[in-house]
């Protein structure tokens, strides 16, 4: 299962609403997950299920979507979002990940 | 608190041979199934590998590209993951991390919810 990711990257201020898309090439059902990685440290998981939010997590991080078409949305952007975003498909072996997304803040 | 310590990192010739190893604490390691995810410069991550646990008769899964090259190991008594890594090329130049497959009672998700902050591999000559 492929997972394809858009935008590469993406350019917002702080305060603003920014949403991102998954890809599938098949249905994986709500097996997906959003990962956060910034450099030099430990991917952390965001959102699994497609929107459950993982522990801890803050709640302006948001996913919907199911069947091959998700999204992510982080609203009210702060200056501690900036990193890479993954998704990533939970419904076989291979595990797959998107190729990611890059958040920056202008 | 739940950490991930990778090890073993370090530059290798290809074709040569490379063992990681993953070590845990804060949590029940012989409970948990166990991945390892590498990222190449530049790009994305990669899944490489799956150990499941002992319940599970330690099954093992492999990325195509790793297939046959790497072997997923552990050891519950040292709460360590290992990946032996042989018949290195230099597309498997990367960082290793060793993650955490999520636990949730009656549910099985190939989500990984613990990650270390990884160990650099160079296959260079």
């Known amino acids: 299962i492929q997972m394809t990711q858009s935008p590469t990257s993406v350019s917002a201020y702080v305060g603003d609403r920014v949403t991102f898309t998954c890809r599938a090439t098949?249905?994986?059902?709500?097996?997906l997950a959003w990962y956060q990685h910034k450099p030099g440290r430990a991917p952390k998981l965001l959102i699994y299920?497609?929107?459950s939010l993982q522990s801890g997590v803050p709640s302006r991080f948001s996913g919907s979507g199911s069947g091959t078409d998700f999204t992510l949305t982080i609203s009210n952007l702060q200056p501690e979002d900036v990193a890479t975003y993954y998704c990533?498909?939970?419904?076989?072996?291979?595990?797959?990940f998107g190729g990611g997304t890059k958040v920056e803040i202008k | 608190e739940v950490q991930i310590v990778e090890s073993g990192g370090g530059l290798v010739q290809p074709g040569g041979s490379l063992k990681l190893s993953c070590a845990a604490s804060?949590?029940?390691?012989?409970?948990?199934?166990m991945h390892w995810v590498r990222q190449s410069s530049g790009k994305g991550l990669e899944w490489v590998a799956r150990?499941?646990?002992?319940?599970?008769?330690?099954?093992?899964a492999y990325a195509a590209s790793v297939k046959g090259r790497f072997s997923i190991s552990r050891d519950d008594s040292m709460n360590t993951a290992y990946l032996q890594m042989n018949s290195l090329k230099t597309e498997d130049t990367a960082i290793y991390y060793c993650?955490?497959?999520?636990?949730?009672?009656?549910?099985?998700?190939?989500?990984?919810?613990?990650w270390g902050k990884g160990t650099t591999v160079t296959v260079s000559s």
């Open positions: 993650a955490r497959q999520i636990v949730v009672p009656n549910y099985y998700y190939y989500y990984m919810d613990a």
């Open positions: 804060g949590f029940s390691f012989s409970d948990a199934d």
């Open positions: 150990i499941r646990t002992k319940g599970n008769k330690y099954a093992t």
């Open positions: 098949q249905d994986i059902r709500s097996w």
């Open positions: 299920d497609v929107s």
């Open positions: 990533q498909q939970a419904d076989s072996l291979p595990l797959t």
